[in-house]
């Protein structure tokens, strides 16, 4: 019994590595180099919100 017409794949030619390499190659967009060095600023945010919260909650400590 052969296999299903859906189960036969070509070998691949490895498109999908050879447009990540030249994404990386180029270095991509320099978007994203820019949010990763930008300040963390949320998580000094959230930690205000908390504290915000506790006060309204009458709670000292």
């Not at 050879?18 to 991509?28: N, S």
């Amino acid at each position: 019994m052969s296999k299903h017409l859906a189960d036969r794949r070509e070998p691949s030619d490895g498109g999908r590595v050879k447009h990540f390499l030249t994404i990386a190659r180029e270095g991509g967009s320099s978007i994203w180099a820019r949010l990763h060095r930008r300040p963390q600023l949320r998580k000094e945010a959230g930690r205000r919100i908390v504290e915000y919260a506790r006060i309204e909650r009458g709670r000292s400590t």
